[in-house]
Nanobody
Framework: QVQLIESGGGLVHPGGSLNLSCVASGTLIYIWDMGWFRQAPGKQRELVARIVRKTDDANYSDSVRGRYTMTRDVAKNTVYLQMNNLEIEETTSYYC?????????WGQGTQVTVSS
């Protein structure tokens, strides 16, 4: 059974940083396209970053490029999302995703709150 468990969310001031983690069990992250999504209330889930399976290639949405960095540690079966210069509007839940050929697995989400 594949499980994804996120952590690292919390409260941060505008301009601050957080580093999210997603640990996978029941599978190896290397074989999946691993992504970080976020979903604000009343809005569609948005892909913010993705690492393509079997590569180290990371892609980012326009809104986070240059501020967010997604990395993968195969030995720890974990992906990370380093988020810098956070904005109030980025307050929402962040979700880890594993995707391949139409099969999706999701974590339970971790809350990020950016507030002064």
């Amino acid at each position: 059974q594949v499980q994804l468990i996120e952590s690292g969310g919390g409260l941060v001031h505008p301009g601050g940083s957080l580093n999210l983690s997603c640990v996978a069990s029941g599978t190896l992250i290397y074989i999946w396209d691993m992504g970080w999504f976020r979903q604000a209330p009343g809005k569609q889930r948005e892909l913010v970053a993705r690492i393509v399976r079997k590569t180290d290639d990371a892609n980012y949405s326009d809104s986070v490029r240059g501020r967010y960095t997604m990395t993968r540690d195969v030995a720890k079966n974990t992906v990370y999302l380093q988020m810098n210069n956070l904005e109030i509007e980025e307050t929402t839940s962040y979700y880890c995703n594993a995707n391949y050929l139409g099969t999706d697995h999701w974590g339970q989400g971790t809350q990020v709150t950016v507030s002064s």
